[in-house]
């Protein structure tokens, strides 16, 4: 007999056999969910605060979900919404799949509570299935192995997560390295006072390459 699996937001449905019709779909609620994020932080959407927007009581929330792990799986998944998941294959994997991560980033950084929530959200819903399925198929041209892809993809979910992070934060080298001591750190001390060099590629470009070509390189 085959394992049942875990029940999820995704596997349960919309509404039970009994009982009244739902005033709200869950597109409803994770729309009113994701504003509330957007304009204040994730704590801000909470349930109360999603019932009170929608009109309802916060018990009621729970005719459509069953905590709220259930709401941050619906508003995570409803955000990936806007990626371009269609795009047209070009000849180069490498430059479809770097476009791609870079849509993602720039969602990320739309949307910054996406950072925590991500961490919280529990499984993957039908739009983030559909993000797997985007990168396998711009992959598909790479001889690596299903596996090596896989990694990539969650590799790269990471990188973006740390540039979305840095950015949010506004970096003060004077302030972070206060309490350098020349005799030992000598080597930093020297990396400070050296005069700007030439700008560099960008460097998220750099590491989604980087990871691309290592993870998914053939020879390897």
Not at 50 to 77: K, N, Q
Not at 79 to 97: F, K, V
Not at 155 to 174: I, K, Y
């Amino acid at each position: 007999m085959p394992e049942a699996k875990p029940e999820t937001i995704w596997n349960r449905p919309d509404r039970g056999r009994r009982g009244p019709r739902p005033d709200h779909s869950r597109a409803d609620i994770a729309a009113v969910a994701i504003a509330l994020a957007d304009r204040a932080g994730l704590a801000a959407a909470s349930m109360r605060a999603v019932a009170a927007e929608l009109g309802t009581t916060a018990g009621s929330l729970y005719r459509y979900l069953s905590s709220r792990d259930d709401l941050l799986a619906l508003m995570v998944d409803a955000t990936l919404a806007a990626l371009p998941l269609d795009r047209a294959i070009t000849d180069d994997w490498l430059d479809d799949m770097a476009a791609l991560v870079h849509d993602q980033l720039m969602l990320y950084r739309r949307h910054p509570w996406l950072l925590e929530a991500g961490l919280q959200a529990g499984s993957f819903g039908p739009r983030s299935m559909d993000y797997f399925e985007c990168c396998l198929r711009l992959m598909a041209r790479s001889s690596a192995p299903t596996a090596a892809k896989l990694e990539a993809v969650g590799l790269l979910t990471g990188v973006v997560s740390l540039f979305a992070r840095s950015a949010a934060a506004a970096f003060d080298p004077a302030a972070a390295f206060a309490a350098v001591n020349p005799d030992a750190h000598p080597h930093l001390v020297a990396a400070l006072v050296a005069p700007p060099s030439a700008p560099r590629p960008d460097l998220f470009d750099r590491a989604v390459r980087s990871i691309l070509r290592g993870l998914l390189n053939p020879d390897d």
